[in-house]
């Protein structure tokens, strides 16, 4: 394809893929921003019927809503300075159009410049000229911009090949409500929603005024229209808008605008497709995007059947000449794999050539061709049992000349399963291929049994001549291998039992030096009757290791009895050397009985004497009740299932009550006070009543017996009595008669931390007399046993 050709279908492929470009050409103060932004305002508002405007990015809508606002503000419309580029989307029924404008001012398409805003012209899909005939009344300056605008044209038919514009063009009237105005005629739109003016008037206006585009769009684009439009609508003054605005016939150029794309895009379609009715990538990609375009477009179906079409025919065509090209080159595979055949049976049937470069070709021949099982299945398999044939003749010409392959045994392994008629032929060069190894390791073995080397190690040649008999135990050397074998195990046995007795005779030399270990000499001992279980020093050995057991025996029993008599207190290193005896003699020992009762005995001991020592205590000190508690508490520590357990922990718990306060009941049982002890006149005695103190707190009185010297009251104190360790007690004996008054007080022994003790039993005055009173109470001091 020439460049020319490629060229012009990479324009029409963009033409077809890209966004289409409107030119909106006119003069500056013509009104082309207010246009745009009037055509996005009524079409995106949904006022223009079956068209939509939208902005396709966040620029152009900026750029547009900043117009509109002006406008709608009532401002002065002014003129571009820059050139703006806008991509809208034009939608129309099922169509989307996306588009490219560009706003720019005015003076850049003068006659003789040559601004950037030309080349976006060049490249445009269809025109919009726009004219303003209510602009200057001067026939020069109007010739002038006819004259802009049939440059544009003469661009475009420049590059045209039949003398058109080969694009959309269109006229705008702009501005026309002041026509209207100056005319007299109406603004208002029809009843039907059009123009409010005629196609008569309108061409009559252009062909007076504008006569010289007129002719050009007659004779260039026959296909072109003029529409006559109002941005604002009546009443604006200059470039004001009026407070209403009302466009006019904004709706045929969008819609124009649509028709003419689509109609251009079908023509350029089909034009693709008579350019390059075989370029299908080319094709697909343009069709792919004329479907996003028109989606539901019946064109667009048709385009899609032929374009499945064309793609079957292609298929069709590659798929018969592949057919062509593979019976070809069968045809040739066929010929080559029969000559090929043919060569290699000529090489078999030559005496000269061996059994191995026989066998070699038809391997060869098979590995080269390798479409002769598809081709000629039966040559195949001629050619592969020919290949085991020839490969078990030459392995038993290399078995027969020592020369044997190291893969021999699996390439007669894969000949066998290959083809079973071979069997017996390879038996035979399998047996041939045993004798050959049975020689040569027989070689090896009888060497090695005759070597210097058996004579320091007979022991490895013993081994060689066993693993010869395992691996051939039919073998016709067995005579001569038990001869070799017996010689050598002769010489081992000599050097064995010479060097056994080297090992005994060291072990007496050590059990003779001074300080000798037997923890040591036992272990020799053992590891010696472990690795020579067949010694004839064997007897020997035991005795000397029994005797050395017995005496670490003797000396561990020792150790242990002359701790224990040495040092009599220390129970736990008592016990524990007696244990350590247990352990290092678990399996077996002569004291093991000794230990465990020792072990057991010195455990009593140690139970009875930490018990005594509170108990002595107890006995010695009956009021250091803590110290008791204390020594009591180390005795469970160590003894928990003690003998005397049950007596400690009984103590202990009494200790824990006494310590905080507690109560008790107390009960008076009777009392005496010698005769004559009372008030004068008091008749036949005192009237005798008892009362407690204990921490400040006064218990009683007891009920009062009248008239006695030996009262029994025995009663309970309704209060219970509050005690703890520590607190001092004092009863007091009152007479009642006529008056309370004091006979004898009671106070417990200075510091004495158990004076509760004195409610629990008969108590006197200190200063001796008869007056004595007798409690009972549940406080009692817990008794310790005594040990043995």
Known sequence: ???????????????????????????????????????????????????????????????????????????????????????????????????????????????????????????????????????????????????????????YIERSEDLSTDRPVALLLTKFDRVLAREGATAEPTVDGGSPFSEAFVEKLVDQQYGMTRHALRQHAPDGVIFAVSS??????????????????????????????????????????????????????????????????????????????????????????????????????????????????????????????????????????????????????????????????????????????????????????????????????????????????????????????????????????????????????????????????????????????????????????????LVELIDRSRRFLDEHAESPYRSEVQNRLDDYVRKQDESDIGRAREYSARQPTNFATRIERYQEYLKAHQAGGLFISEAVEARDRVLREWDAYSYRQAYDHALAHPDDVAEVARRLRDYLHDHAGGRFADDAKTYLDWWDKISVPGEYRVTLRRGEVGEGVGKYLSGGGPDLGVTIEVGGVVHGPSPIIHNSYRPIWDSTFPRPIVWKFGDPITVRLVDYDWSASELAVFHSRQGDPLAMRILAGTIKLASGGATSLTFSSDFAVPTLTRPD
């Open 1 to 155: 394809m020439s460049n020319r050709r490629t060229t012009r279908l990479d324009a029409l492929e963009a033409r077809l893929t890209g966004p289409k470009r409107i030119a909106l050409f006119g003069h500056r103060n013509v009104g082309k921003t207010t246009l745009l932004a009037m055509f996005y305002r009524q079409a995106a508002g949904g006022r223009v019927p079956g068209v939509r405007l939208a902005a396709a990015d966040a620029p152009s809508a900026e750029y547009l809503a900043e117009k509109i606002a002006q406008i709608e503000s009532g401002q002065a419309t002014t003129g571009t300075l820059a050139e703006t580029e806008l991509n809208l989307r034009l939608y129309h029924g099922p169509a989307r159009f996306e588009l490219i404008v560009k706003d720019y001012q005015g003076e850049h398409v003068t006659l003789g410049t040559d601004e950037p805003i030309q080349e976006f012209f060049a490249g445009c899909d269809a025109v919009l000229l726009c004219l303003d005939p209510e602009g200057s009344t001067d026939p020069a300056e109007r010739r002038r911009r006819q004259q802009e605008i049939e440059g544009l044209l003469e661009r």
């Open 232 to 517: 604002f609508g009546a009443g604006s003054t200059g470039n004001r808008p009026p407070s209403e605005i009302h466009p006019l016939g904004l709706e045929g150029p969008l819609g124009w605008v649509a028709e003419q794309l689509e109609a251009r895009d079908r023509s350029q379609m089909e034009w693709l497709w008579d350019l390059a009715p075989n370029d299908l990538p080319r094709l697909h990609r343009c069709l792919t995007a004329y479907e996003k375009r028109y989606p539901r477009s019946n064109r667009t179906y048709e385009f899609r059947d032929r374009l499945k079409q064309l793609e079957r025919r292609r298929k069709l065509r590659r798929l018969g000449k592949l057919a062509a090209a593979g019976a070809a080159v069968v045809s040739l595979a066929v010929g080559y794999d029969f000559w090929g055949y043919q060569t290699a049976s000529a090489f078999e049937r030559d005496p000269g050539n061996s059994a191995a470069a026989v066998a070699d070709r038809w391997s060869g021949w098979l590995t080269h061709h390798y479409t002769l099982p598809f081709l000629m299945p039966s040559y195949a398999r001629e050619a592969a049992n020919k290949k085991a044939e020839w490969t078990v003749k030459a392995s038993d010409v290399q078995v027969a000349a020592g020369t044997i392959a190291p893969d021999l045994d699996a390439r007669l392994a894969g000949i066998r399963n290959q083809a079973p008629q071979l069997a017996p032929a390879i038996r035979k060069v399998e047996q041939a291929r045993e004798l050959v190894r049975h020689d040569d390791r027989w070689k090896d073995v009888y060497a090695q049994a005759n070597s210097l080397e058996a004579v320091d190690q007979p022991e490895k040649a013993l081994a060689a001549l066993d693993a010869f008999l395992r691996e051939f135990p039919d073998s016709t050397r067995r005579p001569d291998v038990l001869k070799l074998a017996q010689s050598l195990k002769e010489t081992l046995t000599t050097r064995r039992t010479a060097a056994e007795r080297r090992v005994v005779d060291d072990l007496a030399r050590s059990e003779s030096l001074p300080n000798a270990s």
